[in-house]
């Protein structure tokens, strides 16, 4: 998932950064409100179990909008999030993982740095699966 406190356009523009030949984001404005918790601006990704969410998907509480990660409808256990700041997850503080804040350098590896631990998550949480009988 991508989860942004972005409005919708910008969001749209950060996936062409992420995907400028558009193969694997398929990016459209859905003004029904069918998006996850009923919100609509919701950006698809190809594959059905991907979704990129928006400032309209976010809870905005005081004039400040951050991301509620049980709008994704996962089990929060096996979940992480990676922002520049942790108020973006007020209520998921323990599935944040902190990020530099991206600047639009191409030449930025932080998320590549950070590939070896979520390696060693993903592989965590599928021992732990299969020792729940699951």
Known sequence: FIYTTAKQDYAKKLLDVLDPRKKLIRCWWDPSGDAPCGRAGFLQLCLPSRRCLSQSDCVCSQGCYWK???????????TVALDHKIQSFPSQAANWIQVPQWCGDPRDEELLR????????????????????G
Do not use: E, F, I, N
């Open 68 to 78: 509620d990660l049980t709008c994704l409808g996962r089990d929060l256990a096996k």
């Open 114 to 133: 950070l590939m070896p631990l979520l390696g060693q998550l993903g592989q965590a949480v599928r021992t732990r699966g299969r020792g729940q009988g």
